[in-house]
């Protein structure tokens, strides 16, 4: 299993813009599809971005068109560029591997890491 750690979250302003990173430990970072999730007080994770092994991007409606994932192979990293902040996208972040399956995309590791928290307020 691939260990991940994210970084990058913080308070911002909405309208504001934020970069996350996930660092993956391992050689074989390549050969997985991969997602950031994220967690809001009291609600459900939700997916919010994934991309594939070739850099096909899938991307929750609330997001699209205001944040961006990427992928750097040889830094076994990926990143959520976040702009035009809102305060409904305040949650603590995280990135897991991913599977598709049936049209659906759901997490592959059961363990999570610690995540980032991104707080969008005035």
């Known amino acids: 299993q691939v260990q991940l750690v994210e970084s990058g979250g913080g308070l911002v302003q909405p309208g504001g813009s934020l970069r996350l990173s996930c660092a993956a430990s391992?050689?074989?970072?390549?050969?997985?599809?991969m997602g950031w999730f994220r967690q809001a007080s009291g609600k459900q994770r939700e997916l919010v971005a994934a991309i594939s092994t070739g850099g096909s991007t899938d991307y929750v409606d609330s997001v699209k068109g205001r944040f961006t994932i990427s992928r750097d192979n040889a830094k076994n990293t990926v990143y959520l560029e976040m702009n035009n902040l809102k305060p409904e996208d305040t949650a603590v972040y995280y990135c897991n591997a991913v599977r598709y399956r049936s049209g659906n995309i759901y997490p592959r590791f059961a363990s999570w890491g610690q995540g980032t928290l991104v707080t969008v307020s005035s």
């Open positions: 391992g050689s074989i970072f390549s050969s997985y599809n």
